[in-house]
């Protein structure tokens, strides 16, 4: 226990070295503050499950298959999306929803494709909640999709706490990143079903180890599944197509049974 404020905080890792809390500083004045804080997150964490649930029936009723899409700034996600509707919209039709901190950018190039997409803006808010996506939800026909994608604000750590109401979270790592991402952030790569591993065109220009990523994703997650791509390329692209098409045709049978 942190010996300056009697919290439950016990240690802090400093360089590598594990140190009593009370040793590296405590940023909290009065236990009163943390208790309170930590009460508050929890809260936050709770009612955001309760409409992550309700979004859940939602897309259970409608049959609709629903990822969650996260990863870094600057990963590819939207490029992914543009190019895995114009794969697929002849036999499954995608919708999006955008979450980004400002602008419709994202939202704009989803329906130059056709589909339709809606965006979110957070604001200050670095993360989509569930409470935001039901409110997205109300202005997008769920009957006429087969496959709703939702693109998360880049950001590798709080997304992972937040339930949307998905069927499952894909991580997407690209290349260009480093290969310890997930060791950095384990809990995101520890919540996704699947890892995609995108602009692998581009190994060739750089020194990533391709194992060593897969590697360590697996550490921290040993059941992720994990495909190599790239969306300009359209390399692996056949791979994540036919996922989608299978995870999509589970969700139907689960729906009929
Ligand atoms: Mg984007
Ligand atoms: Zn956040």
């Not at 500083?25 to 508050?40: C, E």
Request: one cysteine or more; a negative charge; proline letters at 4%.
């Amino acid at each position: 226990m942190c010996t300056t404020c009697g919290c439950g905080t016990e240690t802090i890792t400093l360089d590598g070295k594990v140190l009593p809390l009370s040793h590296a500083g405590h940023p909290y004045s009065t236990p009163k503050k943390l208790t309170r804080r930590v009460q508050i997150e929890q809260d936050v964490l709770g009612e955001n499950d309760a409409q992550a649930a309700l979004n859940r029936q939602r897309f259970a009723a409608q049959g609709l298959l629903v990822l969650n899409l996260v990863s870094s700034p600057g990963s590819g996600k939207t490029t992914l999306l543009v190019k895995t509707i114009e794969r697929l919209s002849a036999r499954q039709r995608i919708g999006v929803i955008e979450g980004d901190q400002q602008t419709s950018r994202d939202a704009e190039r989803i329906q130059a494709t056709g589909a339709l997409a809606v965006q979110i803006n957070t604001g200050k808010g670095c993360h989509l909640d569930a409470r935001m996506v039901a409110g997205a939800l109300d202005t997008l026909p769920l009957d006429a999709l087969d496959i709703l994608m939702i693109e998360n604000v880049g950001n590798l750590v709080c997304p992972a706490a937040f339930d949307l109401g998905e069927a499952c979270k894909v991580a997407i790592l690209s290349v260009t990143e480093g290969e310890d991402k997930p060791l950095k952030y384990p809990d995101m790569f520890r919540a996704a079903r699947l890892m995609l591993l995108n602009k692998c065109d581009l190994l060739p220009h750089l020194e990533f180890d391709v194992a060593q990523a897969m590697a360590h994703a697996r550490r921290v997650n040993p059941d992720i599944e994990i495909m190599q791509i790239s969306a300009t390329s359209g390399v692996g692209f056949e791979q994540w197509l036919d996922w989608l098409e299978q995870a999509r045709a589970a969700r139907r049978a689960g729906q009929a049974a």
